[in-house]
């Protein structure tokens, strides 16, 4: 069962082509890692899943269960931008992922209450709940807005660039938590720029360049020594030790 079908999706912005008839799907506890050189589409491609822009052409379609009105109960985005112009806490921020579940005036209840908590939780942010979200670090702030995101619960997380400013300890955690969260039959879709993490976690991988799709389908068929080269210009060094792994080793 599919969570979303994208198809021919393609967009121009500011008279320049971005999307060229890109074709998507992501299926039910699958992780999908949207990869590619700066400027290939991924960011545009994310907003359009989540309804920030209108494509030109083609359509997005989500599963029967999600209702246009649910949308924001069932789809959270994590957009790339760190930047939290207002000075609340981190819990306050946290508990702005309820908001779609609650009625307008209405107070959390116990649901929402537990849903924050357990947020906060695993993503090791709950002993900052007091402080000003306008104080913390980078990657502090990244840890933040993934808990808003997964406070919601939601049934699809579209997270672009889920690991930017984490240590290696953090971005492991990112991407082992949203590896879980397709456990139970929900779906992310992840821009990433770090391969050897989409190769480690992703179960699909597309790989966008210049706006179109190069290739699509498992880590070890995507990222291949002719692909690499041919979109990021690198090449790489390839182990199978406890899994399929990738290390961008040299700039051609």
Known sequence: MKWIEANQISISLDGFPILENVDLDL???????????????????????????????????????????????KVSYLA???????????????????????????????????????????????????????HLAGGEKRLVLLARALATRPSIILADEPVQGLDPAHGLQVMELLKQFTAS??????????????????????????????AVGRPNEVLTAENLRKSYHVEAKYGTTDGFYVIPWRKL
């Open 27 to 73: 299926e039910k506890g699958e992780m999908l890692g949207l990869i590619g050189p700066n400027g290939a589409g991924k960011t545009t491609l994310l907003r359009i899943l989540a309804r920030l822009l209108e494509p030109d052409t083609g359509s997005v379609f989500m599963g029967d269960h999600i209702r246009a009105e649910d949308f924001s109960k």
């Open 185 to 214: 039959g929900c779906g992310v879709i992840a821009v990433l720029h770090d391969l050897t993490l989409a190769a480690r976690f992703c179960h699909r991988i597309m790989l966008l360049d210049h706006g179109k799709v190069l």
């Open 80 to 134: 790339q931008s760190q930047e939290i112009h207002w000075p609340i806490s981190v819990r306050r921020l946290v508990s702005l992922g309820r908001i779609p579940h609650l009625m307008p005036w209405q107070q959390l209840g116990p649901e929402d209450e537990e849903a924050i908590e357990q947020a906060m939780k695993v993503t090791d942010v709950f002993h900052l709940g007091d402080r000003s979200v306008d």
